[in-house]
């Protein structure tokens, strides 16, 4: 018989993965950058890390985006490829 409890639990995994990935990305952020996003700000879709903010702070994370992009590749198992 199949068993619910753990058909749900892959999706429970997948979503508490998804939300400690988007709290490291905004720890690399804020450490090469001195920016404070929230996890609301930021959205992973296809690769790319799209962050929902003013465009001042789309401007610096673009001055620091290859520090940032270095930095996730080496500390995540999350491939990300590019931040708009």
Same mark, same amino acid.
Not at 7 to 12: A, G, I, T
Not at 26 to 52: D, S, V
């Given at each position: 018989?199949?068993?619910?409890?753990?058909? &749900?639990?892959?999706?429970?995994?997948?979503?508490?993965?998804?939300?400690?990935?988007?709290?490291?990305?905004?720890?690399?952020?804020?450490?090469?950058?001195?920016?404070?996003?929230?996890?609301?700000?930021?959205?992973?879709?296809?690769?790319?890390?799209?962050?929902?903010?003013?465009?001042?702070?789309?401007?610096? &994370?673009?001055?620091?985006?290859?520090?940032?992009?270095?930095?996730?590749?080496?500390?995540?198992?999350?491939?990300?490829?590019?931040?708009?």
């Amino acid at each position: 018989m199949f068993n619910i409890e753990k058909y &749900l639990e892959k999706f429970s995994k997948n979503i508490r993965n998804a939300e400690l990935n988007k709290t490291k990305i905004l720890e690399i952020i804020k450490k090469h950058t001195n920016l404070n996003l929230l996890p609301e700000e930021i959205e992973i879709k296809n690769y790319i890390a799209y962050i929902k903010s003013s465009p001042a702070v789309k401007n610096k &994370l673009f001055i620091h985006k290859n520090k940032i992009l270095e930095e996730i590749s080496t500390s995540l198992s999350t491939k990300i490829i590019d931040i708009k």
